[in-house]
């Protein structure tokens, strides 16, 4: 769209939900307008305010405005990221777009793969902004302006929004029940901007804290029925199904449900690539494509629940890595030197055989425990709380991600003490600013936008996020558990018996997928002819497929194996 002058041009992706009471107040100040979306909006909102305007939106959007007379091109990305943009530079030209597909369209494009954004894909299973796979090309990180002058050697990168300021040094204490009214009064604000739509909207349901809360806020301050939607597996280890459809019928929603065979949802494997961009091995992908399917059938917006384990303290690591902090940290430092030394000079396929010949009757028993084996190592014998963090969040050591690559690797982000506060809440930070819009998001958005419906995140409402980093860390992780204030709020939409149960998260049994036919799923991996061949080694591919063929462990790494071989084979390279 251009300006009514012709001075600037805008691409635009998302939506801005509070257009209207923006329109307004341009309006007041002599701007008339032609249409009634958000687009032009944005563009009178960019003439006036410049690049302040994006502190005005409530939404969520990735967009590009050239100004003519400036020669001035400059890009935006809403404050969580839930929009993608990515943009390439060599110096010369940029080029820029929603998806790695579209870049890669340009005649500037040179597909080499960046092997430190390699190497965090295996260590964390996602590649986190501003990298990404090619050297080259960027994501535009959340809350941050990209603006390129002509006259200009390097684009100029600047946040406008940053949670990390926005918190204070000492959190506000008031009463539970102020605070927990004013919850609800922002809950019901954020949920009703994105029930605005000229098409029916539907609200993804788990049965999980966070989506009953938004479904059943939404139907108390609906005139009618609201749309729920829901995927069910045939495996029981992975079924919530049943306690969705008990929620939906506690609130009086217009329930859909499906139940998934799992082999149908194997089928969905090969097309992963192509969805998710770059390689991505949050194997909860596919059950999010087929929830986006099914309400794809009936509706055209689709409300998702994500961000309250962030924002709330919902996450189980939350609570069992201090303890397992604590536990390690008992231990005499001489015991940890000698038990890490001795770790240390075990060989993998050696740590594999010991594993296996323990057995304590649960199918994945001997990879959690090969797992913990090869984390201790690196814990010890420090066990500082950010050695303890990290461990968590690795699948690949970084010394074995030395051995994959064949080149030196370095752990590219942040450590979890980068952060303020308690360690709690140094780590719901750390996840707010990497697996939130890096696995989360990006999985979500994908997954709507190839079902041809919009998601919107009512949860990630800027003003949401801000209220729930300044609640005492008590009223996250309080008496009634994870998400405390939250849950105060729930149990007067919901009851409470139909919520307190352990968290189960959206999954499907890539463990035992992989072990199937004994690893008939990683066959290609062993071929010398794959692709993959040229990228790591090949020695420790093959090692990874035999441990898993004969001792049944490393089903999530030969997964990120399996994962990347198809993401090449897409891609061509």
Known sequence: MLSPDGRFTIVFNGEIYNFRQLRGELQSKGYVFQSDCDTEVILAAFYEWGCNCANRFIGMFALAIWDSQEERLSLCRDRVGVKPLYFGWDGDTLWFGSEMKALIAFRHFEPS????????????GHISAPRSIFQRVQKLLPGHWLQLDRSEKEPAVMPYWSLTDLIPGDSHERPEEELAEELEELLISAFKYRMVSDVPVGIFLSGGIDSSIVAAILQRHSSSSVHTFTIGFSD????????????????GSNHTEYILGLEKARELIPSLPKLYDEPFADSSGIPTYMVSKLAADSVKVVLSADGGDELFGGYNSYRFVPKRLNQIARKPAWLRRLAGTILSATPMPTLAKITTSVNLGRSDF??????????????????????????TQTHWMPKELEELLGSPYINPREDVNHFDGKFEEQMMLWDFHHYLPDDIMVKVDRATMAASIEGREPLLDHRLIEFAYQLPLKYRLGPLGPKHLLRKVLYKYVPKELIDRPKQGFAIPINQWMRANNGALAESLVDSASPITKVLSHKVVLREVSMLRKFGVNETRVWQLLMLENWLNEYGL
Not at 114 to 122: A, I, R, T, V
Not at 366 to 391: C, G, M, Q, T, Y
Request: hydrophobic share 45%; charged share 30%.
């Open 113 to 124: 793969i960046d092997m430190q954004s390699l190497g965090e894909y295996f260590q964390f």
């Open 236 to 251: 029981e280890d992975c079924d919530e199904s049943s306690w969705a459809r008990m929620v939906a019928e506690s609130i």
């Open 366 to 391: 001997h990879s959690r425990l090969l797992r913990k084996l090869i984390k201790l190592e690196a814990l010890l014998p420090d066990a500082s709380p950010a050695d303890v963090f990290r461990v």
